[in-house]
């Protein structure tokens, strides 16, 4: 009887811990559920961009309720600054330090898993020293309120633009100066 209660205690924890994204869309307003986040989102605009990684940022503590948190420079900008200072990415170039100003982070919630693997191999690349290119097709949402398994969570010192993706392609393996 013992092993029957901690094992129900386990599948209910795993299921708490799920990482399964539930988005439902009413009145404006988009719902948000994964890994114990409740998140309400406003949509704040249409992103169908290309974004040059150059790094990704990792979350401490509690898990996350976005697939991944990226550091990257718009593919628009990069492409203006290696055509003004050659491979800005060396710490030497000039162009470095305008490159470092131009960086955001764009934390990416996934609308199907499928797209997951996509994000998995330009990591990989990213790892290995190379700067991938992906882009993004979805929308940019602004969050208004978050929940982590039921407790308020505030966003308001959020560094990072939210989208919620609907496509996800890796352009380049290795962004070409």
Not at 28 to 44: E, F, S, V, W
Not at 63 to 82: E, F, H, K, M, N
Not at 105 to 122: G, H, N, R, T, Y
Not at 156 to 169: I, K, M, R, S, W
Request: charged share 20%; hydrophobic share 40%.
């Amino acid at each position: 009887m013992k092993r029957f209660w901690c094992f129900l205690l386990i599948v209910l924890f795993l299921y708490g811990c799920s990482s399964e994204t539930k988005i439902t869309e009413e009145t404006g307003r988009i719902k948000i559920q994964k890994g114990g986040y409740d998140l309400t989102a406003a949509g704040a605009g249409i992103v169908d961009a290309s974004y040059m990684i150059v790094g990704w940022t990792k979350t401490i503590g509690l898990p996350c309720y976005q697939d991944a948190s990226v550091a990257c420079i718009p593919l628009t900008i990069a492409d203006s600054l290696r055509n003004e200072y050659g491979d800005f990415m060396r710490c030497d170039n000039p162009g470095a330090r305008e490159a470092k100003q131009e960086v955001i982070i764009i934390d990416i919630i996934l609308s199907s898993p499928v797209q997951k693997s996509v994000l998995m191999k330009a990591r990989s690349f990213q790892k290995n020293n190379l700067n991938p290119v992906i882009h993004l097709s979805g929308r940019e949402l602004r969050v208004d309120e978050a929940s982590y398994h039921g407790i308020s969570v505030s966003m308001d010192n959020q560094p990072a633009n939210t989208v919620l993706a609907d496509n996800v392609e890796l352009v380049q393996e290795n962004y070409s100066f």
